[in-house]
């Protein structure tokens, strides 16, 4: 399995990104990927899941309203849309991956792990 995250740039506060996961290798629909963020000193976060098998999905509540999370089966790879972007959504964003339906943003069930793209959020 290789998951592949890209999008990330540099931004003005109430901008927006859309990050994207490519996801290569699973042979099966049951996965969930999910998107997580880590600042220089700060712990990683999770933010949002998505279940491949039914198409839920999950937030934190730190990011609702401002995160939406979608799957584009043209090029099987889940999307985070980051709206209203602040200085503090300023981090290192990860995609990652375990083989399962559930919904969960603890990042030590995941397994694979993509390369992360760097967000930067400043005027």
């Known amino acids: 399995v290789q998951l592949q995250a890209f999008g990330g740039g540099s931004v003005q506060p109430g901008g927006y990104l859309r990050l994207s996961c490519s996801i290569s290798?699973?042979?099966?629909?049951?996965?969930?990927i999910g998107w997580f963020r880590q600042a220089p000193g700060k712990e990683r976060e999770g933010l949002s899941c998505f279940s491949n098998l039914d198409g839920s999905s999950s937030y934190a509540d730190s990011v609702k309203g401002r995160f939406t999370i979608s799957k584009d089966n043209t090029r099987n790879a889940v999307l985070l849309q980051i709206d209203s972007l602040k200085p503090e959504d300023t981090a290192v964003y990860y995609c990652?991956?375990?083989?399962?339906?559930?919904?969960?943003?603890?990042?030590?069930?995941?397994?694979?792990w993509g390369q992360g793209t760097q967000v930067t959020v400043s005027s």
């Open positions: 290798g699973y042979f099966s629909d049951r996965y969930a």
């Open positions: 990652a991956s375990f083989w399962g339906s559930r919904l969960d943003l603890e990042y030590t069930y995941y397994v694979h």
